[in-house]
């Protein structure tokens, strides 16, 4: 028909909210087809039903993403293979450390000429260096990769509360269009700009920095201590990021993707929450005993991506530069206590 076909490739809190975005425009625009698939990592609920068979029943993720209707047009799927056959459009939402194995699966089922997009906050880091997920999907899918991301606390945007998004693309405009198309709706604004890597490490870097909000919150320590880590955090940020990519832009950490981010995951999100635990606990309960008890099936990506990252600094022998990242991930295997998040050498931090 030439209609566009949107695929979700995961279902949590973000993944269903992403979901529910695309479906409505799916539904208000001619040139995409009305019927999203959305693939579900399946799981067998406490009363014995199927996750995606109560999704397709009320078209409510009700594990995930409860009281918020998705959509008419929104079909869960349990087969991968299935859920990607006809799509044009591939929107990855899956926590990071699913999505290397979820595109292995993928390997030549999806249609050549299809475009992707990650909302995905994290990278990996191989034996040659670190991988953005974007580079990842490409990579495997031999597809194009953009990448959206924002100050989008999931269960607000699924409100319908105003918030603001950015869509990082690689070069072509019109597939920047096709993605602003797919997503935004009047309380949802997205801006597109031509920096993948910048937008993408924003995303992935301010989990970081929210697991040192976190420890300050369950420190007791008030809103200066909070906003001096903040600072701190994003000197850090972008330090890393233009070591990483010489070619990424200042402007991007004033998009939604930057700063707003960072403010919002700092105050709301689930790394500093679990975070806040781990520190009034004195690290002596660990975040993976933490995250089950508090997030209910929901993934941290903070506590791995700060361990990615700490790998990098390693690596490159910039653990002096970076501060901040390094003694979060020390802090969360247990190396140093939660109060060593407000120790810096003043030196350091000022040549950042
Ligand atoms: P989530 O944290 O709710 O994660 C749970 C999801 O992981 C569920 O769908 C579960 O079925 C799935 N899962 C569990 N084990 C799996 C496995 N072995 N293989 C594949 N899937 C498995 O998910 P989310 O909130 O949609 O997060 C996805 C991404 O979106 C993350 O990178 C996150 O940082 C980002 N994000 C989240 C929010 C938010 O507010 N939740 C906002 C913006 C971006
Ligand atoms: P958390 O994963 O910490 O909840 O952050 C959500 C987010 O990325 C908001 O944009």
């Known amino acids: 028909t030439g209609k566009e076909r949107i695929a979700v490739i995961g279902s949590g809190n973000w993944g269903s909210v992403a979901a529910k975005l695309v479906a409505t425009n799916a539904l208000s625009h001619e040139n995409i087809h009305d019927e999203v698939r959305m693939w579900v990592f399946e799981e067998t609920l406490a009363n014995g039903e199927k996750l995606t068979q109560v999704i397709n029943k009320n078209k409510i993720n009700v594990k995930y993403l409860p009281n918020v209707n998705l959509g008419v047009n929104v079909v869960a799927d349990p087969n991968l293979e299935n859920t990607v056959k006809d799509a044009t459009m591939l929107v990855f939402c899956t926590p990071h450390q699913f999505v290397e194995s979820i595109c292995k699966q993928l390997q030549g089922k999806v249609n050549p000429n299809a475009k992707a997009i990650s909302l995905i906050k994290g990278m990996e880091v ?108 994003l000197k850090e940020m972008i330090g890393f990021s233009k070591l990483l990519f010489p070619t990424v832009s200042d402007a991007t950490f004033f998009e939604s993707c930057g700063v707003a981010d960072l403010i919002t995951t700092c105050f ?85």
């Open 268 to 352: 709301g999100g689930r790394n500093r929450k679990v975070a806040e635990a781990y520190a009034r606990n004195g690290g002596k309960r660990s975040f993976d005993e933490l995250e089950a008890e508090l997030l209910g099936g929901q993934k941290l990506q903070g506590v791995l991506t700060a361990g990615e990252v700490f790998q990098v600094l390693k690596a490159r022998n910039w653990e002096k530069k970076f501060p901040l990242f390094a003694t979060v991930h020390k802090i969360a295997i247990g190396h140093l206590p939660p109060s060593t998040i407000v120790d810096y050498d003043n030196e350091s931090a000022q040549k950042l």
């Open 126 to 233: 191989k034996p040659d260096g670190p991988v953005m997920l974007s580079k990842l999907i490409t990579k495997h899918l031999g597809i194009d990769c953009s990448v959206l991301m924002g100050a989008n606390i999931a269960n607000e945007v699924a409100m319908e509360q105003f918030s603001e998004a950015t869509v990082g693309y690689k070069a072509d405009t019109s597939i920047a269009k096709s993605w602003v198309q797919a997503f935004a709706t009047p309380y949802f604004h997205v801006a597109a700009i031509k920096d993948v890597e910048g937008v993408e490490l924003c995303g992935t870097l301010k989990n970081v920095v929210a697991i040192a909000a976190g420890f300050v919150d369950g420190l007791g320590m008030g809103n200066n201590t909070k906003a001096a880590i903040m600072r701190i955090g």
